[in-house]
Protein backbone atom coordinates (compact mmCIF):
# COMPACT_ATOMS: atom_id res chain seq x y z
CA UNK A 1 0.00 0.00 0.00
CA UNK A 2 2.88 2.03 0.77
CA UNK A 3 4.68 1.72 -2.51
CA UNK A 4 1.23 2.32 -4.42
CA UNK A 5 0.58 5.90 -2.53
CA UNK A 6 4.69 6.14 -3.06
CA UNK A 7 4.03 5.83 -6.90
CA UNK A 8 0.82 7.76 -7.15
CA UNK A 9 2.59 10.75 -5.30
CA UNK A 10 5.41 10.68 -7.46
CA UNK A 11 3.70 10.88 -10.54
CA UNK A 12 1.41 13.48 -8.77
CA UNK A 13 3.87 16.14 -8.43
CA UNK A 14 5.84 15.08 -11.52
CA UNK A 15 2.74 15.98 -13.72
CA UNK A 16 2.07 18.92 -11.50
CA UNK A 17 5.58 20.56 -12.33
CA UNK A 18 5.27 20.29 -15.14
CA UNK A 19 1.92 21.75 -16.11
CA UNK A 20 3.20 24.45 -13.49
CA UNK A 21 6.41 24.95 -15.75
CA UNK A 22 4.00 25.36 -18.98
CA UNK A 23 1.41 27.43 -16.93
CA UNK A 24 4.10 30.04 -16.58
CA UNK A 25 5.34 29.96 -20.23
CA UNK A 26 1.77 30.88 -20.94
CA UNK A 27 1.56 33.45 -18.12
CA UNK A 28 4.60 34.94 -19.31
CA UNK A 29 3.07 35.44 -22.65
CA UNK A 30 0.09 36.71 -21.87
CA UNK A 31 1.69 39.35 -20.05
CA UNK A 32 3.40 40.51 -23.06
CA UNK A 33 0.27 40.95 -24.93
CA UNK A 34 -0.99 43.37 -22.07
CA UNK A 35 -0.95 47.23 -22.14
CA UNK A 36 2.02 48.30 -20.26
CA UNK A 37 4.76 50.45 -19.87
CA UNK A 38 8.40 49.78 -20.66
CA UNK A 39 9.55 49.35 -16.93
CA UNK A 40 13.36 49.37 -16.16
CA UNK A 41 15.36 46.37 -14.60
CA UNK A 42 18.76 45.61 -14.10
CA UNK A 43 21.34 42.73 -13.36
CA UNK A 44 19.86 42.77 -9.94
CA UNK A 45 16.46 41.37 -10.44
CA UNK A 46 18.26 38.54 -12.34
CA UNK A 47 20.30 37.46 -9.33
CA UNK A 48 17.58 38.12 -7.06
CA UNK A 49 15.74 35.40 -8.95
CA UNK A 50 18.67 33.22 -9.25
CA UNK A 51 19.34 33.13 -5.25
CA UNK A 52 15.62 32.86 -4.74
CA UNK A 53 15.28 29.68 -7.08
CA UNK A 54 15.92 26.83 -4.89
CA UNK A 55 13.54 28.28 -2.26
CA UNK A 56 10.69 28.80 -5.16
CA UNK A 57 11.62 25.51 -6.21
CA UNK A 58 11.33 24.16 -2.31
CA UNK A 59 7.84 26.04 -1.85
CA UNK A 60 6.88 23.99 -5.41
CA UNK A 61 7.68 20.80 -4.13
CA UNK A 62 5.71 21.12 -0.95
CA UNK A 63 2.57 22.92 -2.78
CA UNK A 64 2.71 20.01 -4.90
CA UNK A 65 2.82 17.46 -2.21
CA UNK A 66 -0.12 19.17 -0.21
CA UNK A 67 -2.44 19.50 -3.85
CA UNK A 68 -1.23 15.73 -4.72
CA UNK A 69 -2.64 14.68 -1.01
CA UNK A 70 -5.50 16.98 -0.88
CA UNK A 71 -6.98 17.31 -4.50
CA UNK A 72 -5.62 14.81 -6.40
CA UNK A 73 -5.94 11.55 -4.53
CA UNK A 74 -9.16 12.65 -3.55
CA UNK A 75 -10.57 12.88 -6.99
CA UNK A 76 -8.77 10.00 -8.03
CA UNK A 77 -10.86 7.87 -5.53
CA UNK A 78 -14.41 9.74 -5.85
CA UNK A 79 -14.19 9.04 -9.58
CA UNK A 80 -13.33 5.13 -9.08
CA UNK A 81 -16.39 5.28 -6.54
CA UNK A 82 -18.57 6.48 -9.04
CA UNK A 83 -17.84 4.79 -11.67
CA UNK A 84 -18.51 1.55 -9.76
CA UNK A 85 -21.66 2.91 -8.37
CA UNK A 86 -23.20 4.17 -11.37
CA UNK A 87 -21.48 2.46 -14.53
CA UNK A 88 -20.64 -0.62 -12.61
CA UNK A 89 -17.09 -0.09 -14.13
CA UNK A 90 -14.03 2.29 -13.42
CA UNK A 91 -14.24 4.30 -16.54
CA UNK A 92 -11.52 7.10 -17.09
CA UNK A 93 -14.46 9.61 -18.25
CA UNK A 94 -15.22 10.14 -14.58
CA UNK A 95 -12.03 12.12 -14.40
CA UNK A 96 -12.94 14.60 -16.45
CA UNK A 97 -16.09 15.09 -14.99
CA UNK A 98 -15.32 15.24 -11.87
CA UNK A 99 -12.58 17.89 -12.10
CA UNK A 100 -15.16 20.05 -14.50
CA UNK A 101 -17.67 19.33 -11.95
CA UNK A 102 -15.33 20.21 -8.61
CA UNK A 103 -13.50 23.08 -10.22
CA UNK A 104 -16.47 25.29 -11.85
CA UNK A 105 -17.45 26.84 -8.65
CA UNK A 106 -13.84 28.03 -7.81
CA UNK A 107 -13.41 29.19 -11.31
CA UNK A 108 -16.70 30.63 -11.04
CA UNK A 109 -15.78 32.81 -7.88
CA UNK A 110 -12.87 33.78 -9.34
CA UNK A 111 -13.71 34.99 -11.93
CA UNK A 112 -16.15 37.22 -10.24
CA UNK A 113 -13.72 38.74 -7.71
CA UNK A 114 -11.44 39.29 -10.24
CA UNK A 115 -14.13 40.89 -12.71
CA UNK A 116 -12.53 39.20 -15.61
CA UNK A 117 -15.69 38.46 -18.96
CA UNK A 118 -17.53 35.20 -18.84
CA UNK A 119 -15.32 34.14 -21.65
CA UNK A 120 -11.69 34.72 -19.60
CA UNK A 121 -13.70 33.45 -16.73
CA UNK A 122 -14.54 30.09 -19.40
CA UNK A 123 -10.94 29.73 -20.21
CA UNK A 124 -9.48 29.56 -16.83
CA UNK A 125 -12.04 26.87 -15.85
CA UNK A 126 -11.00 24.66 -18.75
CA UNK A 127 -7.52 24.92 -18.21
CA UNK A 128 -7.67 24.22 -14.34
CA UNK A 129 -10.15 21.32 -15.52
CA UNK A 130 -7.76 19.97 -17.82
CA UNK A 131 -4.54 19.85 -15.62
CA UNK A 132 -5.86 18.34 -12.58
CA UNK A 133 -7.51 15.85 -14.85
CA UNK A 134 -3.93 15.15 -16.77
CA UNK A 135 -2.84 14.90 -13.83
CA UNK A 136 -5.33 12.53 -11.82
CA UNK A 137 -5.36 10.03 -15.07
CA UNK A 138 -1.39 9.81 -14.99
CA UNK A 139 -1.73 8.87 -11.48
CA UNK A 140 -4.76 6.10 -12.11
CA UNK A 141 -2.42 4.18 -14.82
CA UNK A 142 -0.50 3.27 -12.28
CA UNK A 143 -3.24 1.25 -10.11
CA UNK A 144 -5.07 -0.05 -13.15
CA UNK A 145 -4.81 -3.68 -12.80
CA UNK A 146 -5.75 -4.83 -16.38
CA UNK A 147 -2.44 -2.84 -17.60
CA UNK A 148 1.29 -3.83 -17.33
CA UNK A 149 2.55 -2.72 -14.07
CA UNK A 150 4.71 0.38 -13.83
CA UNK A 151 6.91 1.31 -10.53
CA UNK A 152 6.79 4.88 -9.74
CA UNK A 153 10.25 5.59 -10.90
CA UNK A 154 9.04 3.91 -14.76
CA UNK A 155 5.83 6.45 -14.21
CA UNK A 156 8.29 9.46 -13.10
CA UNK A 157 10.75 8.26 -16.22
CA UNK A 158 8.01 8.75 -18.66
CA UNK A 159 6.25 12.01 -17.34
CA UNK A 160 10.07 13.58 -17.21
CA UNK A 161 10.61 12.71 -20.61
CA UNK A 162 7.20 13.68 -22.40
CA UNK A 163 6.72 16.82 -19.82
CA UNK A 164 10.62 17.87 -21.09
CA UNK A 165 9.19 17.86 -24.75
CA UNK A 166 5.83 19.69 -23.69
CA UNK A 167 7.80 22.68 -22.05
CA UNK A 168 10.72 22.77 -25.22
CA UNK A 169 7.27 22.63 -27.66
CA UNK A 170 5.05 25.19 -25.34
CA UNK A 171 8.42 27.37 -25.30
CA UNK A 172 8.80 27.26 -28.86
CA UNK A 173 5.43 28.18 -29.46
CA UNK A 174 6.08 30.78 -27.17
CA UNK A 175 8.95 32.61 -28.79
CA UNK A 176 7.54 32.08 -32.30
CA UNK A 177 4.33 33.69 -31.07
CA UNK A 178 6.20 36.71 -29.64
CA UNK A 179 8.09 37.26 -32.26
CA UNK A 180 5.88 37.32 -34.62
CA UNK A 181 4.84 40.27 -33.03
CA UNK A 182 1.77 39.26 -30.86
CA UNK A 183 3.04 41.13 -27.94
CA UNK A 184 1.95 44.94 -26.93
CA UNK A 185 4.05 47.81 -28.35
CA UNK A 186 2.77 51.23 -27.63
CA UNK A 187 1.46 53.34 -30.24
CA UNK A 188 3.56 55.36 -32.68
CA UNK A 189 2.70 58.51 -31.96
CA UNK A 190 3.22 61.40 -34.71
CA UNK A 191 3.84 65.86 -33.66
CA UNK A 192 0.28 66.15 -34.22
CA UNK A 193 -1.37 63.46 -31.89
CA UNK A 194 1.16 64.65 -28.94
CA UNK A 195 -0.35 68.04 -29.39
CA UNK A 196 -3.00 68.36 -27.25
CA UNK A 197 -3.93 68.55 -23.02
CA UNK A 198 -2.85 65.75 -21.10
CA UNK A 199 -4.08 65.26 -17.65
CA UNK A 200 -3.22 62.95 -14.20
CA UNK A 201 -6.90 63.31 -13.33
CA UNK A 202 -5.64 64.97 -10.00
CA UNK A 203 -5.77 68.27 -11.55
CA UNK A 204 -2.66 68.46 -12.95
CA UNK A 205 -2.26 69.23 -16.99
CA UNK A 206 0.08 69.77 -19.37
CA UNK A 207 -0.74 71.50 -22.90
CA UNK A 208 1.36 71.28 -25.84
CA UNK A 209 0.36 73.15 -28.30
CA UNK A 210 1.24 72.88 -32.07
CA UNK A 211 3.64 75.32 -32.50
CA UNK A 212 5.99 73.67 -29.75
CA UNK A 213 4.64 75.81 -26.28
CA UNK A 214 3.58 73.90 -23.35
CA UNK A 215 1.65 75.07 -20.14
CA UNK A 216 1.95 73.39 -17.16
CA UNK A 217 -0.58 73.58 -14.25
CA UNK A 218 -0.28 71.53 -11.05
CA UNK A 219 2.04 68.71 -12.80
CA UNK A 220 3.78 67.35 -10.28
CA UNK A 221 7.88 66.61 -10.38
CA UNK A 222 9.65 64.49 -7.73
CA UNK A 223 13.16 65.31 -6.38
CA UNK A 224 15.28 62.85 -4.45
CA UNK A 225 14.82 62.69 -0.89
CA UNK A 226 16.53 60.17 2.37
CA UNK A 227 13.52 58.14 1.54
CA UNK A 228 14.28 55.78 -2.05
CA UNK A 229 9.98 55.45 -1.60
CA UNK A 230 9.09 59.01 -0.54
CA UNK A 231 10.63 61.32 -3.26
CA UNK A 232 9.80 64.88 -2.72
CA UNK A 233 6.81 65.76 -4.59
CA UNK A 234 6.76 69.46 -6.09
CA UNK A 235 3.34 70.99 -8.10
CA UNK A 236 4.81 72.72 -11.92
CA UNK A 237 3.29 75.70 -13.08
CA UNK A 238 4.77 77.65 -15.59
CA UNK A 239 5.12 77.83 -19.43
CA UNK A 240 7.77 76.81 -21.92
CA UNK A 241 8.64 74.53 -24.74
CA UNK A 242 7.98 70.87 -25.70
CA UNK A 243 9.95 68.33 -28.66
CA UNK A 244 8.56 64.50 -29.40
CA UNK A 245 11.27 62.42 -30.90
CA UNK A 246 10.09 59.52 -32.42
CA UNK A 247 13.24 57.35 -31.77
CA UNK A 248 14.13 54.20 -33.42
CA UNK A 249 11.15 52.54 -32.45
CA UNK A 250 7.93 52.34 -30.21
CA UNK A 251 9.86 51.70 -27.07
CA UNK A 252 11.87 54.73 -27.39
CA UNK A 253 9.72 57.70 -28.11
CA UNK A 254 10.43 60.34 -26.14
CA UNK A 255 8.42 64.10 -25.00
CA UNK A 256 10.84 66.17 -23.57
CA UNK A 257 9.14 69.44 -22.03
CA UNK A 258 10.75 72.44 -20.41
CA UNK A 259 9.15 74.48 -18.03
CA UNK A 260 10.62 77.78 -16.40
CA UNK A 261 11.75 76.96 -13.23
CA UNK A 262 10.27 73.45 -12.98
CA UNK A 263 12.96 70.62 -13.80
CA UNK A 264 11.48 67.80 -15.56
CA UNK A 265 12.38 64.35 -16.94
CA UNK A 266 11.50 63.33 -20.28
CA UNK A 267 8.22 61.47 -20.71
CA UNK A 268 7.94 58.40 -22.40
CA UNK A 269 4.90 57.04 -24.59
CA UNK A 270 3.08 53.62 -23.44
CA UNK A 271 -1.03 53.44 -23.62
CA UNK A 272 -3.55 52.16 -26.56
CA UNK A 273 -3.55 53.59 -30.48
CA UNK A 274 -7.06 55.26 -29.21
CA UNK A 275 -6.40 56.29 -25.69
CA UNK A 276 -1.73 57.15 -25.53
CA UNK A 277 -0.40 58.05 -22.27
CA UNK A 278 2.82 59.56 -21.45
CA UNK A 279 4.82 58.74 -18.20
CA UNK A 280 8.12 59.59 -15.64
CA UNK A 281 8.92 57.41 -13.30
CA UNK A 282 8.64 58.25 -9.53
CA UNK A 283 12.19 58.60 -7.75
CA UNK A 284 14.04 55.46 -8.59
CA UNK A 285 13.32 53.80 -12.09
CA UNK A 286 13.84 50.04 -10.18
CA UNK A 287 10.96 50.63 -8.24
CA UNK A 288 8.63 51.07 -11.13
CA UNK A 289 6.64 53.79 -9.38
CA UNK A 290 4.83 55.64 -12.27
CA UNK A 291 3.84 59.57 -12.56
CA UNK A 292 1.05 59.24 -15.86
CA UNK A 293 -0.66 61.43 -17.78
CA UNK A 294 -3.60 60.27 -20.28
CA UNK A 295 -5.11 62.11 -22.97
CA UNK A 296 -8.03 63.85 -22.40
CA UNK A 297 -10.51 64.50 -24.76
CA UNK A 298 -10.70 62.89 -28.48
CA UNK A 299 -7.23 61.57 -29.54
CA UNK A 300 -6.82 62.04 -33.37
CA UNK A 301 -6.76 58.17 -34.72
CA UNK A 302 -4.27 56.97 -36.65
CA UNK A 303 -4.38 57.05 -40.52
CA UNK A 304 -7.23 59.30 -40.99
CA UNK A 305 -8.47 62.63 -39.28
CA UNK A 306 -11.29 61.77 -37.56
CA UNK A 307 -11.66 61.42 -33.68
CA UNK A 308 -12.21 57.99 -31.66
CA UNK A 309 -13.32 57.84 -28.16
CA UNK A 310 -11.17 56.94 -25.39
CA UNK A 311 -11.88 53.38 -24.42
CA UNK A 312 -9.47 52.35 -21.35
CA UNK A 313 -7.64 53.82 -18.31
CA UNK A 314 -5.71 52.84 -15.55
CA UNK A 315 -7.30 51.90 -12.11
CA UNK A 316 -5.36 53.39 -8.97
CA UNK A 317 -5.53 53.39 -5.47
CA UNK A 318 -3.41 55.42 -2.92
CA UNK A 319 0.14 54.56 -2.54
CA UNK A 320 3.55 56.07 -2.03
CA UNK A 321 3.89 60.03 -3.00
CA UNK A 322 -0.35 59.60 -3.89
CA UNK A 323 0.76 57.17 -6.47
CA UNK A 324 -1.42 53.97 -7.08
CA UNK A 325 -1.30 49.98 -7.93
CA UNK A 326 -1.21 49.49 -11.58
CA UNK A 327 -4.27 47.90 -13.02
CA UNK A 328 -6.93 47.92 -15.66
CA UNK A 329 -10.09 48.85 -13.90
CA UNK A 330 -11.72 51.87 -15.97
CA UNK A 331 -11.31 54.70 -13.19
CA UNK A 332 -9.84 57.60 -14.67
CA UNK A 333 -6.63 58.17 -12.69
CA UNK A 334 -3.21 58.01 -14.06
CA UNK A 335 -0.62 57.72 -10.72
CA UNK A 336 0.38 54.53 -10.97
CA UNK A 337 2.52 53.43 -7.86
CA UNK A 338 4.40 49.99 -6.45
CA UNK A 339 3.83 47.93 -9.79
CA UNK A 340 3.62 44.60 -7.84
CA UNK A 341 1.82 43.03 -10.83
CA UNK A 342 3.28 39.34 -11.26
CA UNK A 343 2.83 39.67 -14.74
CA UNK A 344 5.25 42.84 -14.25
CA UNK A 345 7.50 40.71 -12.44
CA UNK A 346 7.87 38.10 -15.01
CA UNK A 347 8.08 40.52 -17.69
CA UNK A 348 11.19 41.72 -16.27
CA UNK A 349 12.74 38.31 -15.75
CA UNK A 350 11.93 37.99 -19.82
CA UNK A 351 13.71 41.03 -20.35
CA UNK A 352 16.58 40.52 -18.49
Known amino acids: MGDRFG???????????????????AFVVWGQTQERPGLSY???????????????????AACGARLSVGVVMPVLVVAGWLGRRLSRREAWWWVPALAATGTAPFALAAA?????????????????????????????????????????????GRVALHG????????????????????YEPPRLSTEQVTGT????????????????????????????DDVLEPVVHRCTGTGTWEYTRGTGPWSQEVDVSVDD?????WEVFGTREHPKLYVYIGDPDNWNLYILQRRGR???????????????????PNHAGGAVFGE?????????????LTLVMDQYVAG
Open 299 to 317: PLSFGSRRDEPARRSYASA
Open 329 to 341: DAVPDSRVCQLSD
Open 42 to 60: NAMSVIFLVVMAPFGAAAG
Open 262 to 266: CPMDT
Open 112 to 156: MLARTGLLAGLGVWLAVTAALAATVLVARRLLLVDRPWLSGGAMF
Open 198 to 225: WSDARGGTLILTADGGATATRVETFADS
Open 164 to 183: TLAVVAAGTLAGIGLWAGIG
Open 7 to 25: AVLAASMSVLFVEAVIGAI
